[in-house]
């Protein structure tokens, strides 16, 4: 079966992460069939990230199965004006004060 998942790039204390579509048998950071978008840690802003919306589409037409972590972003990136879990955790915090 294919996964749509994270491998990690970057170097020791940055981690980045490409979305690829890949076996599920292979390891985190193994062979990999397709590069689907990419995901970095460092920026701190909403656009972090980038994915390929046409191909996880495709690869999921065909029967692959997303992470929990890869479908938060692509929830993200089919709407805009979705922001992550953690910021909407810390605005009901405010508006409870």
């Known amino acids: ?4 998942r ?9 981690a980045a ?3 690829v579509a890949a076996d599920e048998r292979s390891p985190r950071d193994g ?10 840690t460092a ?4 656009n972090n990230f980038k994915v390929d919306l046409e191909g996880v589409d495709r690869w999921l ?6 992470s ?12 805009p004006e979705l922001k992550p879990h ?7 915090a405010e508006e409870a004060k």
């Open 1 to 4: 079966m294919v996964k749509i």
């Open 6 to 14: 994270m491998r990690r790039t970057g170097c020791r204390n940055h």
């Open 17 to 19: 992460y490409r979305i």
């Open 31 to 40: 062979k990999f069939l397709e590069i689907l978008g990419w995901y970095d």
């Open 43 to 46: 920026i701190k802003d909403d």
């Open 61 to 66: 037409s065909k029967g692959a199965k997303m």
């Open 68 to 79: 929990t972590t890869v479908a938060s972003l692509v929830r993200r990136a089919r709407n």
């Open 86 to 92: 953690h910021a909407r955790k810390a605005k009901k």
